[in-house]
Nanobody, 124 residues
Framework: QVQLVESGGGLVQAGGSLRLSCAAFGRSIDNDAMGWFRQAPGKEREFVATINWSGDSTYYAESVKGRFTISRDNIRRTVTLQMNNLKPEDTAVYYC?????????????????WGQGTQVTVSS
């Protein structure tokens, strides 16, 4: 079993940047694809970004493409989401998750372990 802990959320003005981190505890995540999802108030949770086990393949939601970058450090057991040019519509609770295998995954049901989430608020 793996425990995922997110950090780095906060309040930022539109156009600003934030860097979210996800730390894994309990076991290695070397073989797991990792992903970020988000849930805005009153909305369903949605996919944001994913990275494969080795870090050489990534995939993004259209709404964040070109602004967000996902990366990983398997030695430190961390996954990072760099968010630039933030918009008010990026306001949400952001969740880190580990997938059932090492390949790119975009659907919630393909993820096994989830963090508790970190709040990101972008003011206009």
């Amino acid at each position: 079993q793996v425990q995922l802990v997110e950090s780095g959320g906060g309040l930022v003005q539109a156009g600003g940047s934030l860097r979210l981190s996800c730390a894994a505890f309990g076991r290695s995540i070397d073989n797991d694809a990792m992903g970020w999802f988000r849930q805005a108030p009153g909305k369903e949770r949605e996919f944001v970004a994913t990275i494969n086990w080795s870090g050489d393949s990534t995939y993004y939601a259209e709404s964040v493409k070109g602004r967000f970058t996902i990366s990983r450090d398997n030695i430190r057991r961390t996954v990072t989401l760099q968010m630039n040019n933030l918009k008010p519509e990026d306001t949400a609770v952001y969740y880190c998750a580990s997938a059932r295998d090492g390949f790119i995954r975009t659907m919630e049901f393909e993820y096994v372990y989830w963090g508790q989430g970190t709040q990101v608020t972008v003011s206009s």
